[in-house]
């Protein structure tokens, strides 16, 4: 037995199929000696080749392969920590590409640093790339990057190529201590929905609440695909109800943890790139979508308004009340 500690790979994945699989086999070639996959797969019905791979990796023991009847980003991966053993738990996309070193590269951080409760790997993300034409090269975070109310526009994981520390991780490529949720209780929120953004960022907010550092090594890097279909969602990006949990989950983002002039200026920020398409968003400036972007603004607030009022008495916890009611 490895002396190494156990490491939980865990993949939440929604109506991918060839992506899933290639990323499967990627993990599995891992030169990592102790690890573990949990696959939470909420694919209604998979195709029958991704479907035959599937059960024979569970077959033999190579995954853990559960089946969920709905679909919620911060949910699967809370479904993946209760079932999970390791030591530390990371958490990757279902249509990513994996060098064999690149378990490695998260687990050695924690050996050498015990300061740091949180790992944020570098993201090749293909689409970001191309837009750079891949010659952008970032050594250090500016300040702003770790200030909560704006960090969100100037953290660049995808071309900073020097370690330091960071206020979140990409949700495509981060792992944490066991700790972080056995001492400290700390879950990802079920109320960020749609395609859950800005659920690792809350997330994230509070493990630094714990003391522990987020700290970032481009040496655990990953190629992001970036499909166009699929997803741990069940809504497209284009519908009328992902611009709305888009808005809600920025300003639900602020509502939960962050000062009253952070949020101000996230949510001026959001307005400005979001609404009026500003740089770096650099959105359709027609006076109709600008005004269509607005009501979706404001709506998303009133939203995430009516979510917190509602945490009075309901976490929003759904699908943990649900998974926990026979998980023992």
């Not at 992001?224 to 709305?244: A, P, V």
């Not at 979706?296 to 929003?316: E, H």
Request: proline share 5%; aromatic share 12%.
């Amino acid at each position: 037995m490895s002396d190494l500690p156990l490491i939980s790979v865990v993949i939440p994945t929604y109506s991918r199929e060839e992506a899933l699989r290639d990323t499967v086999v990627d993990v599995l070639k891992q030169d990592y000696p102790n690890f573990e996959v949990l696959v939470v797969d909420q694919t209604p019905k998979h195709q029958p080749e991704i479907q035959i791979y599937l059960e024979e990796m569970a077959t033999i023991d190579k995954i853990k392969w559960f089946r969920l009847n709905w679909a919620s980003l911060p949910g699967a991966r809370n479904y993946g920590i209760r079932r999970s053993q390791g030591e530390i738990i990371l958490f990757i996309d279902d249509d990513v590409q994996l060098k064999p070193e690149f378990l490695s590269a998260h687990v050695k951080n924690y050996l050498q640093k015990p300061e740091v409760g949180a790992v944020a790997g570098r993201v090749f993300d293909r689409m970001k790339l191309g837009d750079s034409g891949g010659e952008l090269e970032i050594e250090y975070l500016p300040p702003e990057a770790m200030e909560p109310g704006i960090a969100w526009y100037y953290i660049d994981l995808v071309h900073t190529i020097k370690p330091q520390q960071v206020l979140t991780a990409r949700g495509c490529n981060m792992s944490f201590r066991r700790e972080i949720f056995t001492k400290y209780g700390l879950r990802f929120d079920e109320r960020f929905r749609g395609s859950a953004v800005r659920e690792e960022s809350d997330f994230c907010l509070r493990v630094r609440q714990t003391g522990y550092k987020i700290w970032y090594d481009p040496e655990a890097n990953l190629v992001h695909l970036g499909e166009e279909t699929g997803g741990c969602h069940d809504i497209s990006t284009r519908s009328l109800e992902y611009q709305l949990t888009f808005y809600h989950n920025h300003f639900l983002l602020g509502l939960k943890n962050l000062t009253v002039s952070q949020a101000l200026r996230l949510y001026s920020r959001l307005f400005d790139c979001h609404v009026l398409g500003r740089p770096p968003c650099h959105k359709s400036g027609s006076p109709i979508t600008i005004f269509i972007r607005g009501c979706f603004y404001i709506l998303g607030f009133l939203k995430a308004v009516w979510t917190v009022i509602q945490s009075i008495w309901d976490d929003g916890q759904i699908y943990s009340r649900l998974d926990q009611q026979n998980f023992n």
